[in-house]
């Protein structure tokens, strides 16, 4: 299994906190990513990062920040949380040699906003 | 427009038949490629299967084949001999373009196997 590992795995917050979720990989690989899941909307991109300091947003960036100050490690920051950001994240990894290769994914994050 | 869409949003099958999982796919990009993903009710994302859009071939992988149709651009999974074990959420993801920073998934099928 790919070494990827997120953190907390679930967490109760209020509106207008800010949260932090991380996402650890042991894999040394280049991109990661940040998904969220909702019913009836399958998995979307919120976020991508393909290097240290190197990110771009994806279709569902609103209302969300990252970083990538290390290659292991990939932060989404929900600064002033919403209830529509209730949800499950999912962080997942992929290396750059090759095209074909799939994402490899965390266990998500179940993030309910109160 | 969808980029990814799956129209079935449930299905089942009878244990050690044959099911098709449909998704087609919309991109104006020579080079994409299709995966599938398996979630279990335990939540993780499996990764199943791949095709690139130069692949000549259908990809398969053990009981797993995908249907490419190229033209009609569909890109259907078919698992045989279906096992309960099988019994998910099933997602057809595509990556746009060859440097693989943007995915799209659809919204899922949920298989139930039936005994």
């Known amino acids: 299994d790919a070494g990827i590992t997120q953190s907390p795995r679930h967490k109760v917050t209020e509106t207008g906190t800010p949260v932090t979720l991380r996402c650890h990989q042991t894999?040394?690989?280049?991109?990661m990513y940040w998904y969220r899941q909702d019913p009836g909307h399958g998995l979307r991109l919120i976020h991508y990062?393909?290097?240290?300091?190197?990110?771009d947003k994806g279709e569902v960036s609103d209302g969300y920040s990252v970083s990538r100050s290390k290659t292991e490690d990939f932060l989404l920051t929900l600064e002033s949380a919403t209830s529509s950001q209730t949800s499950v994240y999912f962080c997942?990894?992929?290396?750059?040699?090759?095209?074909?290769?799939?994402?490899?994914f965390g266990d998500g994050t179940r993030l309910s906003i109160l | 427009a969808q980029k990814i869409t799956q129209t079935q949003p449930g299905m089942f099958v009878q244990e050690k038949e044959a099911v098709t999982l449909d998704c087609t796919y919309d991109?104006?990009?020579?080079?994409?490629?299709l995966f599938w993903y398996k979630q279990p009710s335990s939540g993780e994302m499996i990764f199943l299967i791949y095709?690139?859009?130069?692949?000549?071939q259908n990809a398969t992988e053990g009981r797993y084949s995908l249907n490419f149709q190229k033209a009609r651009k569909s890109a259907n999974l078919v698992i045989s001999a279906s096992q309960l074990g099988d019994s998910a959420m099933y997602f057809c993801?595509?990556?746009?373009?060859?440097?693989?920073?943007?995915?799209?998934f659809g919204t899922g099928t949920s298989l139930t196997v039936i005994p």
């Open positions: 997942a990894i992929r290396p750059d040699r090759d095209s074909n290769q799939p994402q490899h």
């Open positions: 993801a595509m990556r746009e373009g060859d440097t693989g920073n943007q995915f799209y």
């Open positions: 990062s393909y290097g240290v300091k190197d990110t």
């Open positions: 095709q690139g859009s130069y692949d000549q």
């Open positions: 991109t104006s990009d020579p080079s994409y490629g």
């Open positions: 894999e040394n690989h280049r991109y």
